[in-house]
């Protein structure tokens, strides 16, 4: 009996041993002895990447970047035929492709590929030939045949875009964790597992902190409305399902909370309240290559006004160099850096039809004796710096007032 | 100033860690800087062949072949992008590529698949570009994309593939020996390393147990007239050259002495002395599968005879099977196996225009008590089967006999 069509990623936790492997065939072979076609996409074994990383750096700090993909791709090639040999040993028909042998054709920034098109004729012949497919995650060719990766989150960029280029009925990403979390389970320990999210929803977890999937793979999946199920390999609970549209019951406004402790924040004091200035200020700093997040500037009643913006902890260095440059250029006085700082933030697409969130979130907060250094929102989530001590006690704080404890 | 075209083939000890490769990159810039054109072809990192082997075996103790060659070319994928890295270093412009990138295409049999066709359009392109062309070893692909291995010897094989596809001046394999010598040095320790050697005459070499080269190289180099240089990869001495036609003082009759310790002896006895019976017993032998090496046929007196050959000793006990099978049905007697044996044998085109080696051979090993019990003889080499025990012994008797010590 003919099910339909799933596309599973399994990561390299759920991959990094003998046992594992032949855990994940047993799952795969449960699928398809209830009827379903199968494409299986695998990241490399374990370590495997960071170790081949490790050995081309004793050979060469600097290492072309085309040939770091050469190197890299053969650990999602090795894993692929390891699943495949898995599968067969359980009785069941299996084939492995690489990204160049699907057809998975990418522009030409190695190490960080973008996918341009997929030839899925290849996958559809061996399905039909009643095949389970196993593709190499990861990686990619460009049209001139050189092989390529997807950079970080690229097994489940290759899940995605092919449960979409192959109109999967679902794209199943295995991971080490049950599912997405009303809170980090190590910080909240009532935080519980969300059976349901949207997609934007989860980009706003995921850009702000939370490590189930990459920002990446859910904008492709939500571009294209590709429906994931991001569930554990290590149990057969259900876990999260990501998609458009979620009903949930009504008392729910907010779907998470989440902690950032990995940012900075940098303030340009006394910037001359003129027209054009911020855009100046942070094209300087974002053509040096650093990704900005929040920006807080506070409406000024003198002449001039303080600009508050917040970066990854690994770029603050560099962001402050860029920011003493331009403010010397504009007439701004001193840049400060803060890195005593955490991001509190809560998500839900309730928020829209629940007036009083944000002063709920900001009481709840008070309550605690902790005070808010910055404030930013979006239409579905409502972000506030404060001091990095704080941090864990205003997720619990926040999870127990938004009832979802 | 160009010099022409080299292609170089390092084994995988001499890319066993990072400061081998080091050293290969090394020699190989080395080259460059002296105008040469350069084409690599690498094997897998040491042991890495044998790791995924026995990798693969804890999940699948009877793998797919396909799969296999998909795992197992992994190794020489990563050996090469290393080996590009590491010239990168140097200052040198290299790039890797694969058997499938390269456009080695072969037949569809998996883990021995035969090369039909090199497509050499990249490799000149990228020579062209003033690139060092790094070449994964011992694969290709089938017409259908699917990625093959060309069985033991591979490497060796690209490279003179390679090597006449390219016009190349060279073919120079590096390996851990010095070259190919009168006899093994571990036996006779006044062996010499031959400065030169024919290509039937290494065939004979190769086939009779020197472990330099495998024959199926050294039949396409023949075959194609492409002249290589096997020399050691730890030091900067010249190797053998083994080429068409060798010019030699005339003293040397012979050029070496090979011992094969890995035979066993079949002896079906009381054959009926009938028309097609002999080509009766060795169909139904091969048809399983089995090399038959020497065979030995006396003329009888009776209407009986005995007819002896020699298998490789991890087939011999399917061989006997076989053979009493057909014993049986041709209405002959006993099947005896000896695994007792050692093959000794001399090699050399000089024989053909000096009479009398044969006799001269018999001579040595009967003046050191060394029983002869089957001859078998070709165009340019004389093969012995005698007691196992007197293998090394026959080996230095030889040697001084025919004066190259």
Chains 1, 2 share one sequence.
Do not use: W
């Not at 809170?183 to 929803?201: N, W, Y």
């Not at 902890?313 to 440059?325: E, H, I, N, P, Y």
């Not at 933030?345 to 009481?363: L, N, T």
Request: aromatic share 4%; proline share 2%; net charge positive.
């Amino acid at each position: 009996m003919k099910r339909g069509l799933v596309v599973q990623k399994f990561g390299g936790s759920s991959v990094a041993n003998v046992q594992r492997i032949q855990n994940v065939a047993k799952r795969v072979a449960g699928y398809r002895k209830k009827g379903y076609d199968l494409v299986v996409v695998v990241s490399a074994l374990g370590d495997t990447t960071d170790e081949l990383i490790a050995l081309s750096e004793r050979i060469n700090k600097n290492p072309s970047e085309r040939e770091m993909d050469m190197l890299l791709s053969t650990g999602e090639q090795a894993s692929s035929a390891l699943l495949a040999m898995a599968i067969h040993k359980l009785g069941y028909d299996a084939i492995s492709l690489t990204g160049a042998q699907v057809g998975i054709i990418t522009d030409m920034q190695h190490t960080k590929a973008k996918i341009v098109n997929i030839s899925a004729d290849k996958i559809k012949e061996e399905l039909k030939n009643g095949k389970i497919v196993i593709v190499a995650g990861f990686q990619g060719m460009t049209p001139n045949h050189d092989i390529t990766t997807l950079g970080r989150g690229g097994s489940d960029l290759t899940a995605v875009a092919l449960a979409k280029t192959l109109n999967a009925d679902i794209c199943e990403i295995y991971t080490d964790v049950n599912g997405v979390y009303t809170a980090d389970p190590r910080i909240e320990p009532k935080a519980k597992k969300l059976s349901s999210i949207t997609f934007d929803e989860m980009l706003e977890m995921a850009s702000l902190g939370a490590q189930v999937m990459q920002s990446r793979s859910i904008e492709v999946a939500k571009k294209f409305n590709v429906t994931i199920h991001v569930r554990s390999s290590f149990n057969k609970k259900p876990g999260t399902i990501i998609c458009k549209e979620v009903k949930r019951m009504e008392e729910f406004v907010i779907s998470g909370v989440t902690l950032n402790k990995n940012e900075a924040k940098i303030t340009i004091c006394n910037v001359p309240d003129k027209p054009g200035l911020a855009a100046k200020i942070f094209k300087e700093v974002s053509g040096g290559g650093i990704n900005v997040d929040m920006i807080v500037q506070n409406v000024s009643h003198t002449r001039q006004t303080d600009i508050s913006f917040t970066v990854n902890r690994s770029q603050a260095v560099k962001a402050v160099r860029l920011t003493k440059k331009i403010a010397q250029k504009v007439g701004a006085g001193l840049v400060l850096k803060d890195e005593d700082i955490a991001r509190i933030s809560i998500v839900g697409v309730g928020m829209k039809s629940h007036p009083g969130v944000a002063a709920r979130m900001f009481e709840a907060l008070a309550k605690h004796g902790i005070n808010i250094e910055m404030i930013s929102t979006s239409d579905i989530s409502i972000s506030c710096i404060i001091k990095k001590r704080f941090g864990e006690k205003a997720v619990r704080a926040l999870h127990s007032k938004f009832g979802l404890s």
